[in-house]
């Protein structure tokens, strides 16, 4: 623990405390209700629409970090995903077809982007993010990266930050994850919503609670609405009058299970197939093999990273590209107390490459990529 660099891939973790998930999974957790997500694009009303973006944000926070926990009874180690490992999946539902393209753009540190649209609708989400951990009395987690929601027919961008963390209930052996601090969603069309988390033994003193406000860029005090409760509940939104103009109930939304290609008809790179030996001697409780399995991922990676330096090239990323910058990042993160685009790199910022979309290869295209013209400004 003492030489631990906040690369939680490096921490080793008791057999009973492993998933069978690898991280480029948790990038689905963004739109398991495409509903939510394609809502805001329906709303003219400016204001309204920044409102309901805030909605299915808040609803997704259930998903990123408690779902694990409910499923499994406790928070577990994810699968540490090599670099180009990719999970690709789509939804299917009333809002009509969501896709998701889910990559690990870097090894060291681990980074995961992530691409998920719905043509129909005319929304995109496009985002990446990594982990930097430190030990205290709890393992304390900040997440590098953010998210950005594209609507389409009103050429809006919306910058959301994410939360800091910290794992509760260690001591007891049932790991869960509490946020930390504030996250921000900001709006090209001019407002901001900033959400409190609080957690347990603060104002209302129930675990995963949080307040949020959304107001006009820099005027925090003219509050537009107010939501507040629980992430894993139900939360309330109301107006700037307290009128209650929306509510929100986790247990009765229903989600659409992810489409993924059955495992025969995946890519060598594709997750679940790739991990399939692992994650099958993880289920057994058969900690030779989960070992031997791994080392063997972990090795043909040293040797394809070693065999690129010879050659003097990088890996080829199937979805994204390293940029400098987003043009409308610098506008919109001034929003965010202590944000800037130096601290949101991490070995480079991601963005989602079309043209690599386009030209990327069977089994993608035939399964998951399906990319058409119209509403990829
Ligand atoms: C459970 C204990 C014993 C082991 C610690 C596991 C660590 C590696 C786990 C616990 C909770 C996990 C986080 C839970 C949710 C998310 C949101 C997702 O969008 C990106 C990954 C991220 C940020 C996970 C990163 C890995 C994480 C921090």
Do not use: C
Request: charged residues 25%.
């Amino acid at each position: 623990m003492a030489s631990f660099n906040g690369d939680l891939s490096s921490m080793t973790a008791p057999a009973f405390i492993l998933s069978t998930t690898s991280l480029t999974e948790f990038s689905a957790y963004w739109a398991e209700m495409p509903s939510l997500l394609v809502a805001p694009a329906a709303e003219q009303d400016p204001a309204k629409r920044s409102m309901l973006v805030l909605k299915w944000f808040l609803s997704t926070l259930k998903q990123q970090y408690s779902s694990r926990n409910e499923k499994l009874g406790s928070e577990k180690k994810p699968l540490n995903p090599f670099l180009g490992e990719l999970f690709l999946g789509k939804w299917e539902d009333e809002s009509g077809t969501t896709q998701l393209v889910s990559e690990q753009v870097s090894h060291h540190p681990p980074v995961t982007a992530y691409s998920i649209w719905n043509s129909k609708h005319g929304v995109r989400l496009q985002g990446y993010n990594a982990q930097k951990a430190s030990f205290g009395r709890t393992i304390n987690v900040k997440q590098i990266g953010h998210a950005v929601l594209h609507i389409d027919a009103f050429n809006e961008d919306y910058l959301i930050t994410l939360p800091s963390l910290h794992i509760e209930g260690l001591i007891t052996g049932s790991p869960y994850v509490e946020l930390n601090k504030s996250t921000y969603i900001v709006s090209s069309s001019g407002y901001t919503s900033k959400i409190d988390y609080s957690g347990k033994g603060w104002v209302s003193g129930k675990k995963n609670s949080f307040t949020a406000t959304m107001y006009p860029h820099g005027r925090e005090k003219d509050v537009i609405y107010t939501v507040d409760g629980q992430w894993t509940e139900a939360f309330t939104i109301k107006d700037a009058k307290k009128h209650t103009v929306d509510s929100y109930n986790a247990k009765s939304m229903p989600k659409t299970p992810l489409t993924v290609a059955p495992l025969e008809e995946q890519d060598a790179l594709e997750s679940r197939r790739a991990w399939r030996k692992v994650a099958d001697a993880i289920t057994k409780g058969d900690m030779d093999t989960t070992s031997a399995e791994k080392s063997l991922i972990e090795n043909q990676q040293r040797e394809m990273r070693k065999k690129e330096q010879a050659e003097g090239r990088e890996w080829e990323r199937r979805f994204f590209t390293r940029v400098d910058r987003f043009d409308y990042f610098e506008k919109l993160i001034k929003e965010v107390p202590g944000a800037s685009i130096d601290s949101d790199k991490t070995n480079g910022v991601w963005e989602f490459d079309r043209e690599k979309a386009k030209a990327a290869r069977p089994p993608f295209s035939s399964f998951s990529v399906q990319l058409d013209n119209e509403g990829w400004s």
